[in-house]
């Protein structure tokens, strides 16, 4: 019995499974005007002095995402998407494909019309909002915003973390067509 229970754990922890994820909207993003380093706009000083509630922003995000140096980035659209069962990073950046990844920029811009957790794109119940953003060694990793009444808990984790279902991910649409 219990073999039969760690298989079925296995078998939804598998990273090459299809992932289910449902469609929510298509959100416009501005971009950045010009190249920029990171700790310059997504530190926590930086987002304090934006005047965001910051609860909490973990060691691992601001050593992974500090000193990025990220090009302009153009405006475009960001595509999120609701998690319908516990999946893997790496398999739902497969079901992306070449739209997994976005931007420190992205996620900034959302975070400003949300700064003291407003209702409105991002969740603000206690779920996850799930960015696939490459780190300073230039790895595909994800950074995880949560809204809890102390402010924003932002932290960074490996790819292969297991993330919830109702997870919302956010996926940079990189061709201008819809999903």
């Not at 965001?52 to 153009?74: C, H, R």
């Not at 999946?87 to 739209?99: S, T």
């Not at 409105?120 to 960015?131: E, K, M, P, V, Y």
């Not at 808990?153 to 490996?158: D, E, G, N």
Request: hydrophobic share 45%.
């Amino acid at each position: 019995m219990l073999q039969k229970i760690l298989q079925l754990i296995a078998y939804h922890l598998r990273s090459d499974k299809n992932v289910s994820l449902r469609f929510l909207e298509k959100i416009p993003v501005f971009g950045t005007q010009s190249a920029h380093l990171a700790r310059a706009r997504y530190s926590l000083q930086a987002l304090l002095r934006e005047q965001l509630a910051i609860d909490v922003m973990s060691t691992a995000y601001e050593e992974l995402y500090g000193g990025i140096a990220e090009n302009k980035v153009s405006p475009g659209a960001l595509l999120a998407y609701e998690l319908c069962e516990n999946a893997v990073g790496d398999a739902i950046c497969r079901e992306l494909e070449d739209m997994c990844e976005s931007y420190l920029a992205d996620m900034r811009g959302l975070l400003l019309r949300q700064k003291h957790g407003e209702k409105g794109i991002l969740r603000t119940d206690g779920s996850a909002n799930i960015f696939f953003i490459r780190n300073v060694f230039k790895s595909l990793d994800i950074v995880r915003l949560v809204w809890s009444q102390a402010g924003w808990k932002i932290t960074a984790h490996s790819i292969g973390t297991l993330l919830p279902r109702d997870t919302v991910i956010f996926a940079r649409n990189h061709a201008s067509s819809p999903p």
